[in-house]
């Protein structure tokens, strides 16, 4: 209506747009713990196309790729200035965590080590394991029979195997140093003795403690010096006694000597030991630096002389000789059993019972059998040796008789001295009678 009231009518429309505004965001998770592999698809209605996206994490594309796990917030604008907005949250899976267990060599060289790993949690709960960096992996987590060395030790997710997780990049497994010894023994002061001794000493290597064989390990001891000891060979070992498979032969054939036993040369200068009594025998001997000679067990000469000589000797007794070799040891020499023969004693008989006889008579006189030789003394220069026990004597003067005899084994004797008085015979001349009253 106008001033002059006049009127006039008029009709409009206000419009809308079809829908209401709205957005719906749909997360996909992502596929490793801490990885950017998470998405949101949004899905936009209503309102008047083209929109404008205004996401929390500044990107404003409809659509989010890549995105690590978060909560993501977006508001969309359509080209009247309406806004709608929607939010959605990216997921991942618990993080890869595991315990690693790792046991060193136990001896050097023995390859004996080992990781052990444990307690694996995260991912999908499917995992697989690797010591070299990825190179190889395996489902196990046990790795035995290890050298020394640094290991890379990893895990990740069997199911989705782009999921990896660094447990310990430089896993050391150790070794101690080899064992080692000295080995030094003192060899058997005398033959036969038990007296000798092998020293296994300043060992090294290894745990550091250590046990100790001479038998080729078939007795372990927890001292390295052995004693007591007789000559011989001996298999001398070393072990690791917190680790017994870790053995070295420090030698396997260590001698243990003794000195050598003199030879018995106890000897008389009588190649069969029987003398006539009272005859000197010299014993000898060798191989020593003093020499007890004992005759039944009783010293009778000690010192360094090698010879003794004695007379004084009986029947049946026994020699020996304690000798003195390579400084202090003892052996004995012998027994020399002695035979020692009574000396004959001939007894001289004759054939006149009072050894009275004539002049150019004959006599015989007897010294008795039984010996290989006789030497009669008749009084004469000479003397006669004869072999039978017999002899005939004419002789014109008194004589004093003996006579040496040689037994079977050589001892020799002489008889008492026999006088054999020799009358001369009467001369024919003027007879007288002999009164036994007045003599002539």
């Not at 100790?212 to 078939?218: A, L, N, P, Q, R």
Request: aromatic share 6%.
């Amino acid at each position: 209506t106008d001033a002059n009231a006049c009127t006039a009518t008029a009709t409009a429309t206000v419009g809308q747009p079809a829908a209401t505004l709205s957005a719906t965001a749909v997360a996909t998770d992502a596929l490793c713990f801490g990885g950017a592999t998470g998405a949101v698809d949004l899905t936009v209605s209503g309102g008047t196309a083209p929109y404008t996206f205004a996401w929390s994490d500044a990107a404003s594309s409809e659509d989010l790729a890549n995105v690590a796990a978060a909560t993501y917030n977006v508001t969309v604008t359509d080209a009247n200035a309406c806004t709608a907005t929607a939010t959605a949250t990216v997921g991942q899976p618990a993080a890869l965590s595991a315990s690693i267990t790792s046991t060193n060599l136990t001896g050097a060289g023995s390859n004996d080590g080992s990781i052990i790993i444990s307690s694996a949690l995260g991912g999908s709960g499917f995992y697989e394991f690797t010591i070299n960096g990825g190179l190889a992996w395996q489902g196990s987590g046990t790795f035995p029979s290890l050298a020394a060395g640094t290991y890379e030790v990893r895990m990740r997710d069997a199911s989705e195997i782009t999921c990896e997780h660094l447990l310990d990049a430089s896993r050391v497994i150790t070794e101690p140093g080899a064992l080692t010894a000295n080995l030094s023994g003192t060899n058997v002061s005398c033959n036969a003795g038990n007296d000798g001794e092998i020293r296994i000493e300043s060992p090294g290597g290894g745990s550091g403690v250590y046990q100790y064989s001479i038998d080729g390990g078939s007795n372990w001891y927890n001292t390295g010096t052995f004693g007591s000891l007789i000559a011989g060979s001996y298999d001398v070992q070393l072990r690791d006694a917190n680790a017994t498979h870790i053995i070295v032969v420090l030698n396997a054939g260590w001698q243990v000597t003794e000195p050598g036993l003199p030879a018995d040369n106890l000897a008389s200068n009588d190649a069969d030991n029987r003398i006539c009594s009272g005859t000197p025998i010299l014993f000898s001997a060798s191989g020593g630096s003093n020499y007890n000679f004992m005759i039944n067990q009783v010293s009778v000469q000690n010192g360094s002389s090698d010879s003794y000589s004695t007379s004084s000797i009986s029947d049946g007794d026994t020699l020996r000789a304690e000798v003195t070799y390579a400084g202090s040891c003892l052996t004995t020499f012998g027994p020399i059993i002695l035979s020692v023969d009574t000396l004959p004693i001939p007894l001289i008989t004759s054939s006149d019972p009072d050894n009275i006889i004539c002049e150019s008579d004959v006599v015989t006189l007897d010294a008795g059998s039984g010996f290989s030789n006789y030497t009669w003394s008749t009084g004469g220069t000479a003397q006669t040796e004869t072999t039978t026990n017999l002899i005939d004597l004419t002789a014109t003067d008194t004589r004093n008789i003996t006579v040496t005899v040689t037994d079977n084994h050589g001892c020799q004797g002489t008889s008492s001295q026999v006088t054999i008085t020799i009358y001369p015979k009467p001369t024919t001349g003027p007879q007288h009678r002999i009164n036994s009253n007045f003599g002539y």
